[in-house]
């Protein structure tokens, strides 16, 4: 890392200067989808991802083999982490991990409700209960119908 100096003789430190927007795809051994991603913005990115398609994991191409691929999807840097409320994700972001969007998608922590600074130590917490299986797959029925209708803001 140093220093460049631009067109205008001003000097700037090169991590000020955003890389080119990295593309990424994620094939699917089971229904061979092909999922293609950006990097919205600079962080560390899963090696797997949940196919859109069929459900089975999707595996990274390590950013090779992406001539010519358009990306529907987009990896991008929460304005809000501290507002997701499962502990995993917001260690997950804050520690440098990107979250996963269509295109011109929203950020979703927006809109989530802002959480009390003792909400861990809260009942209302210790009473969240994780998913069953069921709820899961049901969840995951919804998104796939969505998707196949072309609604992708279900995301």
């Given at each position: 890392m140093g220093f460049i100096t631009t067109s205008d003789d001003e000097r700037v430190h090169t991590s000020a200067i955003q890389p080119p927007q990295r593309i990424n795809a994620y094939d699917c051994p089971k229904c061979k989808a092909v999922l293609v991603t950006r990097d919205a913005d600079e962080g560390v990115t899963p090696f797997s991802k949940l196919c859109l398609s069929c459900g089975?994991?999707?595996?990274?191409?390590?950013?090779?083999?992406?001539?010519g691929l358009t990306p529907t999807?987009?990896?991008?840097?929460?304005?809000?982490?501290?507002?997701?409320q499962h502990p995993g994700m917001r260690q997950h972001i804050e520690a440098g991990g990107l979250a996963f969007r269509p295109i011109g998608g929203i950020d979703e922590t927006?809109?989530?409700?802002?959480?009390?600074?003792?909400?861990?130590?809260s009942d209302?917490?210790?009473?969240?209960?994780?998913l069953t299986r069921a709820q899961r797959r049901e969840i995951h029925?919804?998104?796939?119908?969505?998707?196949k209708k072309g609604n992708r803001r279900f995301y």
């Open positions: 089975a994991s999707a595996y990274s191409r390590m950013y090779t083999r992406t001539e999807h987009e990896w991008y840097k929460p304005k809000f982490p501290e507002r997701y927006e809109y989530l409700p802002v959480r009390p600074p003792d909400f861990e130590e209302e917490f210790n009473s969240i209960r994780p029925r919804q998104e796939q119908k969505a998707f």
